[in-house]
């Protein structure tokens, strides 16, 4: 009759983790990743084999993230850094993890890209690794980090501390062994000046943190001296390279009248749907409207994944409403408009574009998450300003003349197209970006 030992508190927690009730196994989660990093290790190797249980909100790989997050944290503290979210930074952080509209999203990103402090960056970062699971909030944790660090290295280089904790912070994420730019960090190093390669060797030669050093050396192993950008020939594209169809108008009633399974015609519209022109969407939506049978998305998800024409959702009101302004706006009208509705504005006072805000779209806003996100890229509204680059210059570059076809069977984005249009503009003497701002980390294969 001897009574059963205690458990172990970091076991319960461990534990906790397979609750059914989000707020219990979050708590538990962040709990564990201030524990001790040895123990902490010990038991996540024991509970991986249960992964398959544990509670759907928290990271993708909880015992690869647990681990790592504890010995991040430990450094925080030991380091007199702030990194749980409080006071307004939690407030705006939170707000990301329900805000619907992409308008919005932006909007959000932007103010924590112009206002967050270097405090307020190991905040970001710690909300980022806890809340890796919510799909948008980890690609707008992507273009955050990515756009500070640029815009704020100085701050980063110029001081000890805060390059030791980049380079920490580099080598821990690498471990987190998931795809996002949370493992590319060491790449705004990339082409960096020979003043920024001195002070990580500075750093190199007192550190004593073997994450740190580490870093350091990887920096200084594939360094490579600043010159000119030599992107590969644009190869020739699978799909088709004129877009038109004879009759969309019929071929698109023939479908809908057709006895094959709903399915069937829902494919058959997304197929044809991609092999469409710009100056048919107009008769392919006026047909496509008439129908009350089909999925919405089969419908008219070619308007953004075929022509990056960004609508808020595919109910028939608001693809109405687009249909309208289809038909009375040039195309250059109809893409400015389009951004404008997201709250971005590419045109001066006197009509002419603001070559540098597109330039900046294109580096920064093919976005990949900070941790995860599965393999895609976020890029709604850069097409847009690559077609009104397009347009205004009168070349495509060689790409083809949209963005996709066949609804992204091809998997499109704008990875090259943003990089061959940075090009351009910087070979025309249109724009002259800084020479120190780094890389983006994004889209930097």
Known sequence: KEEAGKKDDLLILFETLQSKNDTMAL????????????????LSKQFSIHDNDDNFNLPTFTYRFLPVIAELTTYFRRNGIIYKPSGEIKKTLESLLDVNEFKERLKIEDYLIANATMNDIYVIEYFGLIYENNFENTYSMGRVLDKWYSKNWNNIVSNKNNLEAFLKKATKFDQLGIIGICNKYLRKFESAPAQVLDKVKAVLESAKDHDIILAANTVLRLYQPPGKEVLPPIKEWDGEKNYRLKDPG??????????????????KIEELSGKISYQQIGVALKELLEDSILENYSKFNFLESDFGLYLDNHEKMTVDSFLKKYNSLSQKDLYLTNLYSLGILIEKDRGEYDYNKMYEIL?????????????????????QVIKLLELKFGTTLGFINKLCSWQGIWGCECTQRAKYWMKYLVDEKIVSPSTTEPVSISYND
Do not use: H
């Open 27 to 42: 708590s538990a989660f962040m709990l564990i990743g201030e524990e001790d990093p040895a123990k902490v290790t010990q």
């Open 250 to 267: 019929g071929e698109i009633q023939k479908i809908l009248v057709s006895r094959i399974s709903k399915d069937d015609k829902e494919n």
């Open 363 to 383: 580096k920064f806003d093919v976005v990949d998450a900070f941790v995860g996100g599965g393999g895609s890229r976020r890029d709604k509204n850069v097409y």
